[in-house]
């Protein structure tokens, strides 16, 4: 059975950092692209970044460029958002998704918050 997990998500102040980490078991996520999504509570779930099966090829979405680092560790199985100088506008719940087999984790929660 293929199952995401997520976590490391939390309560930061704006400006702070947190390091969001996705796991896989039922598969070999090292194979697959993975992609980080977010849902702010009453809006559209957005891509926020992408990461191909090296690492090698990353991509972000406009709003995080250059204040998110995507990343992924094949040995262990894991990709990472490290995402810093975070702002308001950042809260949501955090996803990561393998396209190719449409699954999804249940979500880390992300509150940037004075």
């Known amino acids: 059975q293929v199952r995401l997990v997520e976590s490391g998500g939390g309560l930061v102040q704006p400006g702070g950092s947190l390091r969001l980490s996705c796991a896989g078991s039922g598969f070999s996520l090292s194979s697959y692209e993975i992609d980080w999504y977010r849902q702010p509570t009453g809006k559209e779930r957005e891509l926020v970044a992408y990461?191909?099966?090296?690492?090698?090829?990353?991509n972000y979405a406009n709003p995080v460029k250059g204040r998110f680092t995507i990343s992924r560790d094949n040995f262990n199985g894991v990709v990472y958002l490290e995402m810093n100088d975070l702002k308001p506008e950042d809260t949501a719940m955090y996803y990561c998704n393998v396209p190719k087999l449409s699954a999804w984790g249940p979500g880390t929660q992300v509150i940037v918050s004075s």
């Open positions: 990461i191909n099966t090296s690492g090698r090829s990353v």
